[in-house]
């Protein structure tokens, strides 16, 4: 039983800042000289941080449409592939509420623009309805029969 048991192995760390004897700095301890980076209790700046000048979002004019902080979009664009309409059976109706009911896709944010693309083959005579479409997956679904409103 004894001689199943992994062997565990670990090397000692050197600790910084503990004095010449324990074999690694003293003195400054891999720090550099003075300043605030060299002292303890040293933490970096948060992101958008400038020392305390006015920073560069409260600078700029406030337009129509700015947001401070970090732009971050909301928009989410989600592609499908004509093979993807598949799941739906002849005559359905696609539309975002229908793709979401399925699980075909998700929305995490309130504003959601799903595009169909011509990836993979359709077999099936669909109505699209408020979902955009690209030229060649329009032409494959009209081909079949399919409608786009």
Same mark, same amino acid.
């Given at each position: 039983?004894?001689?199943?048991?992994?062997?565990?192995?670990?090397?000692?760390?050197?600790? *910084?800042?503990?004095?010449?004897?324990?074999?690694?700095? =003293?003195?400054?301890?891999?720090? !550099?000289?003075? =300043?605030?980076?060299?002292?303890?209790?040293?933490?970096?700046?948060?992101? =958008?941080?400038?020392? !305390?000048?006015?920073?560069? %979002?409260?600078? *700029?004019?406030?337009?129509?449409?700015?947001?401070?902080?970090? #732009?971050?979009?909301?928009?989410? $664009?989600?592609? +499908?592939? /004509?093979?993807? *309409?598949?799941?739906?059976?002849?005559?359905?109706?696609?539309?975002? $509420? @229908?793709?979401?009911?399925?699980?075909?896709?998700?929305?995490?944010?309130?504003? /959601?623009?799903?595009?169909?693309? @011509?990836? !993979? $083959?359709?077999?099936?005579? +669909? #109505?699209? $309805?408020?979902?955009?479409? %690209? @030229?060649? @997956?329009?032409? #494959?679904?009209?081909?079949?029969? =399919?409608?786009?409103?």
């Amino acid at each position: 039983m004894l001689h199943q048991l992994v062997k565990s192995t670990t090397t000692d760390k050197k600790r *910084l800042g503990r004095g010449y004897g324990s074999g690694k700095g =003293g003195h400054t301890s891999s720090r !550099g000289q003075k =300043g605030q980076k060299s002292r303890s209790g040293y933490k970096p700046a948060r992101s =958008g941080w400038e020392g !305390g000048q006015m920073p560069l %979002s409260r600078r *700029l004019p406030k337009l129509k449409g700015f947001s401070r902080g970090f #732009i971050k979009s909301t928009r989410k $664009e989600v592609s +499908l592939s /004509l093979s993807d *309409l598949n799941i739906f059976k002849d005559g359905d109706t696609v539309s975002p $509420e @229908a793709l979401l009911k399925l699980g075909v896709i998700y929305n995490k944010t309130k504003k /959601l623009h799903v595009k169909i693309l @011509a990836n !993979g $083959e359709l077999n099936r005579k +669909l #109505i699209i $309805e408020q979902i955009k479409v %690209s @030229a060649a @997956a329009k032409a #494959i679904i009209e081909a079949k029969g =399919g409608k786009i409103s």
